[in-house]
């Protein structure tokens, strides 16, 4: 399968669509995405308003103990880890000014892979330096057939290996396919990758 002549449909319907996460700059969107594993968007997206209005930028986590942040994050997975790891990156970078932009930069923080790496660089419209791969990404690719396993770094070499880099968006698109119709329970009647798709190919066998 030519999946870089396959995925042109997708990337055409998702290329350049904002990630859900509700941020407005960022120091927001960093704090979001350390947030955000094992969290739903739209649960992240209904805390933030509070939280932002009490730590406004990255310098307000300076002073704070993990204990101020707990009211404002105590309903998200993980919370005191992830409270740490805000801590720890405003240590590091000190404001917002400083937040570095670059996939080797953005990994060195406490709290941020890969993925959230990638997420941060889309957003912020840098140059992609490799392919978004979340939950969403490991199950399409899966069906899809592109590939095999549910590593999400062996997913991403791959990716990388057998796409070029203009089309990197990929991975967020797949990610858009993966929240809006390929749930775990897929709607396949209206996934507009179903002809290429290998687990529709055996569901209507």
């Known amino acids: ?95 917002d000014s400083h937040i570095p932009l670059t996939l080797d930069g953005l990994t060195a923080l406490p709290g941020i892979g890969r993925k959230s790496a990638n997420v941060i660089l889309r957003e912020a419209g840098r140059p992609a330096e490799g392919i978004i791969v979340d939950l969403h990404v490991v199950r399409v690719a899966q069906r899809l057939g592109i590939v095999d396993e549910d590593d999400p770094k062996k997913i991403e070499k791959h990716l990388m290996e057998i796409l070029p880099k203009r089309q990197w968006e990929a991975g967020m698109a797949m990610s858009f396919l993966g929240r809006e119709i390929c749930h775990p329970k897929p709607d396949c009647p209206k996934c507009l990758m179903r002809k290429v798709c290998a687990y529709y190919k055996k569901s209507v066998k």
């Open 1 to 95: 399968m030519n999946w870089s002549l396959a995925l042109r449909s997708l990337l055409r319907k998702y290329s350049g669509r904002k990630h859900p996460l509700e941020y407005h700059n960022i120091y927001q969107l960093i704090v979001l995405v350390v947030l955000s594993a094992q969290s739903a968007d739209e649960h992240l997206n209904a805390l933030a308003p509070a939280l932002f209005k009490a730590f406004p930028d990255m310098a307000a986590f300076l002073g704070a103990s993990r204990e101020e942040l707990f009211p404002y994050i105590s309903k998200v997975r993980n919370f005191g880890h992830k409270a740490e790891w805000l801590i720890a990156i405003a240590q590091q970078v000190k404001k």
